[in-house]
């Protein structure tokens, strides 16, 4: 079975900090996609980024930035020099490559910014 | 840009009540999701589906049922609505294979029983 861990529930920092969001998780498949979404007060999930099990290579898009970790089952994701747009609710996501192309969430971790 | 809809925003519904939950997408995109959302509990995958008329249960499908008559529409139905069903729900599709997995999701339709 597949599971996804955020144990932060809630997080708030002041604007402009530098901010990680943390996610672990498990799963026997061998190759596998991990997600991370974002919810705005909207509430429509927006997607964010895919990184496939074979690449662990860290990855940057602007103020964000991904750390994968295969040897410790954590995808991290950090936002840099944070912004009020960024108060959300954050989603890690796992889904095998596998059979049907079920996502497994997290619980989330709702962000707060501070202005 | 893909794009998901879904028919209410906001469902106000009494206990014992029929109630349908309608999805579109406008991507041809074969599989479709139905989630619920709740607090502290992230999203559970209630039923998808890969194909017209194709159904598989999610982790949580007791006293839901889905329908799949078009590829663009996937329709969730609350046979007799509950209060434990007072939830959000988020309907997505994705594109079958490939690389993608992505899913792509609608707006939500914030579901009360009364």
């Known amino acids: 079975a597949q599971k996804v861990t955020q144990a932060q529930t809630e997080i708030s920092v002041v604007e402009k900090e530098d901010v990680t969001l943390d996610c672990v998780y498990e799963?026997?498949?061998?190759?596998?996609?991990l997600f991370w979404y974002k919810q705005p007060p909207s509430g429509e999930l927006v997607f964010l980024i895919r990184r496939n099990s074979f690449d662990e290579q860290n990855e940057i898009s602007g103020r964000y930035s991904w750390n994968f970790q295969k040897s410790t089952s954590s995808f991290n994701f950090t936002i840099t020099a944070s912004q009020v747009v960024d108060s959300a609710v954050y989603f890690c996501a796992l889904s095998s490559t596998f059979g049907n192309e079920k996502l497994t969430f997290g619980t989330g971790t709702r962000l707060t910014i501070i202005p | 840009d893909v794009k998901v809809t879904q028919s209410s925003r906001y469902l106000v519904k009494r206990t014992g009540e029929k109630v349908f939950l309608e999805c579109v997408q406008d991507m041809d995109h074969e599989n479709m999701f139905w989630y619920r959302q709740d607090p502290g509990l992230g999203l559970r995958l209630i039923y998808f589906?890969?194909?017209?008329?194709?159904?598989e249960k999610g982790d949580i499908p007791e006293g839901y049922s889905v329908s799949r008559e078009k590829k663009e529409r996937f329709s969730l139905i609350l046979e007799s609505a509950s209060t434990n069903q007072t939830s959000m729900y988020l309907c997505?599709?994705?594109?079958?294979?490939?690389?993608?997995?992505?899913?792509?999701f609608g707006p939500g339709t914030r579901l009360t029983v009364t």
């Open positions: 589906s890969y194909d017209v008329k194709m159904k």
């Open positions: 997505a599709s994705s594109p079958v294979g490939g690389v993608s997995f992505e899913q792509y």
């Open positions: 799963t026997r498949d061998t190759t596998y996609y």
